[in-house]
């Protein structure tokens, strides 16, 4: 073998192999939480930050299915309050199938997280210490 083509080659196949573990890297730190209605939710187990001993913020990423007509993904900051219950959106990124996309910043106040819901999945994953 030609001695200059063999260091492309190696320097090649190492990259592909540092990008697709780098990839599954990126994918493992997404959590998935449960499925409503063909809609996949999923949290950033790297941005699961423990405020204090009652307050938990975490990244989620909401996902539509493909028939969904106008939304692709909804991603949210959001906080929990794991004494009282509640949750609260911090944060959102909304993008539609159009490629358009809309962020707000404005914290939602604090609502009850109802039983069977997937904000009631999040409460029972990252509230249990």
């Known amino acids: 073998m030609n001695p200059v ?5 190696v320097s090649l196949v190492l990259g592909i192999v540092f990008l697709v573990n780098n990839a599954m890297a990126l994918d493992a730190r997404w959590k998935f939480i449960g499925t409503v209605d063909e809609v996949k939710f999923y949290y950033d187990s790297l941005t699961v930050t423990y405020v204090n001993k009652d307050t ?4 989620s990423i909401q996902i539509f299915p493909p028939k969904e007509t106008k939304w692709s993904e909804s991603s949210y900051l959001n906080e929990i309050s794991c004494t009282n219950r509640t949750i609260r959106f911090i944060q ?3 993008k539609q199938k159009d490629g358009k996309s809309s962020t707000t910043t ?3 106040s604090a609502i009850n997280i109802v039983p069977d819901t997937m904000f009631e999945e999040y409460y029972y994953t990252l509230c249990k210490k």
């Open 5 to 9: 083509i063999k260091p492309v080659i």
């Open 92 to 94: 959102a990124h909304i």
């Open 106 to 108: 404005e914290s939602s």
């Open 56 to 59: 938990v913020r975490f990244w």
